[in-house]
């Protein structure tokens, strides 16, 4: 069974500065790694797909990076604004169509 | 496109009630997903179907769950009869491929006192 863990749980950062949020999963054999965004009693925002063949992808101020060898991807956001606040969320999809979620990276950015 | 959209947006029954989940899926996607979200356990896959045709049910909890997909514009998530232990956000999304780009409704907070 995929298991996929998001460290930390919490983390508050000064605005600015830039956000690195970390996912690692189980099982390697994935076809896609999507990450959401979630504001508080809302529904689940699509950020960005990275498809198994592929190392990242950027939008905007968003680079995430993909290691499936190591089970591993990384969420980047660049100068971090309050708007930034929210939980994000990192799934990864496997050949049974699954999303397999992490409990999320609470994000608090300080004005 | 108006993206998902799910109804309704809260829900609030009394124990032994039957509650209906509504779900209408992004034009043209071919695959649907229903999901639950709680504090304790965070997101679960509860359901999909794929081409109106349910696919993998084994994250249903228990008899007392049901879902329906009558055509490619419509789903239903059925719970009769409904316990305190199901209150939680219940999410429904859509993709237009089964591994592709996964896009969510704003879901439906059930609360059963």
């Known amino acids: 069974k995929q298991e996929v863990t998001q460290i930390p749980a919490a983390l508050s950062v000064p605005e600015g500065e830039n956000l690195v949020l970390n996912c690692s999963f189980t099982?390697?054999?994935?076809?896609?790694l999507q990450w959401f965004r979630q504001d508080p009693g809302k529904g689940l925002t699509s950020l960005l797909l990275i498809q198994s063949s592929q190392r990242e992808q950027t939008s905007g101020r968003l680079n995430a990076s993909l290691d499936k060898s190591s089970g591993r991807s990384t969420l980047y956001i660049a100068a971090s604004q309050p708007g930034d606040s929210a939980t994000y969320l990192c799934?990864?999809?496997?050949?049974?169509?699954?999303?397999?979620f992490g409990k999320g990276n609470q994000v608090v950015v300080i004005p | 496109d108006a993206g998902v959209i799910q109804s309704p947006r809260h829900e609030v029954t009394e124990m032994g009630q039957e509650v209906t989940l509504r779900c209408k899926p992004i034009s043209g996607h071919d695959y649907l997903f229903w999901y639950r979200q709680t504090m304790m356990r965070g997101l679960e896959l509860l359901i999909y179907f794929n081409n109106n045709v349910p696919i993998d049910d084994s994250g249903m909890p228990e008899d007392r769950f049901s879902a329906k997909m009558p055509n490619a514009s419509f789903s239903t998530l059925k719970i009769q009869p409904s316990e305190p232990r199901d209150s939680a956000v219940y999410f429904c999304a859509s993709s237009l491929r089964g591994a592709g780009e996964a896009f969510f409704g704003q879901g439906t907070r059930l609360t059963v006192v």
């Open positions: 799934a990864v999809i496997g050949g049974n169509n699954r999303l397999a």
């Open positions: 099982d390697s054999a994935i076809y896609n």
